[in-house]
């Protein structure tokens, strides 16, 4: 079955510093999203990207994060300046045109220290 | 607004019984309704999924039921087994839009 891949499985970073984490979607997949879940906590939404732009985004996708598609192939989250609260698993997920069901990467556990 | 709520946030059962775990929504435009299985440190597993134009849909032991009149449904697990233990998380998507609304989630404790 086919995957979606996310790079790195973790992190740790000193806060304040930028940190890109990517993602390698499903080939024939056109939506791609950014979710993220605190330790303990629901998953939330981010972001949704279509057709090389943003097409929602939450009230936590603020300026400090950034998305792109800059190769293609890779879909990157970018925080351009880290705070502790932002430590939590992120998830890169993507569906297709057919429906509704979402294709989760296995994550990108992001420790901000 | 795309608010879900589910309930219980924790539910221990013994090994064979019966779990139902239950979300409400307020927002009508909802159209479909997954369920994610999520063991510690992995990612949501789709474990079932029901769309508007359907009361209920069945897959072995797991079930969901839909009342779109009352806004809610509800996952149904029978002859519970202990590796069900996990923490499940509704979720919902309003028609023509992709991402999800997921609900606080639901620790499932299976008794041997």
């Known amino acids: 079955e086919p995957e979606v891949t996310q790079t790195p499985s973790h992190q740790v970073t000193q806060m304040g510093q930028e940190v890109i984490l990517r993602c390698v979607p499903i080939s024939n997949h056109l939506y791609f999203y950014w979710y993220r879940q605190i330790l303990g906590q629901k998953v939330e939404f981010l972001v949704s990207?279509?057709?090389?732009?943003?097409?929602?985004k939450s009230e936590i996708f603020d300026d400090q994060f950034s998305v792109e598609r800059p190769d293609g192939s890779n879909f990157t989250l970018k925080i351009r300046s880290t705070k502790l609260e932002d430590s939590a698993m992120y998830f890169c997920a993507t569906t297709g045109v057919s429906g509704n069901t979402i294709y989760f990467g296995e994550g990108s556990w992001l420790t901000v220290v | 607004g795309e608010n879900v709520e589910q309930h219980p946030s924790t539910l221990s059962v013994q090994e064979g019984d019966s779990a139902v775990i239950k979300c409400t929504y307020s927002d009508s435009a909802s159209n479909y309704f997954p369920w994610y299985k999520q063991e510690l440190g992995k990612r949501p597993q789709l474990i079932i999924d029901i769309r508007s134009n359907v009361g209920e849909k069945k897959d072995q032991r797991i079930a969901v039921t839909l009342n779109k009149t009352a806004k809610h449904f509800s996952l149904h697990i029978t002859e519970t087994q202990p590796e069900d233990s996990a923490v499940y998380f509704c979720?919902?998507?309003?028609?023509?839009?992709?991402?999800?609304?997921f609900g606080d989630g639901t620790t499932l404790t299976v008794k041997p």
């Open positions: 990207f279509y057709n090389n732009e943003i097409s929602e």
């Open positions: 979720a919902l998507n309003r028609r023509n839009a992709g991402k999800s609304t």
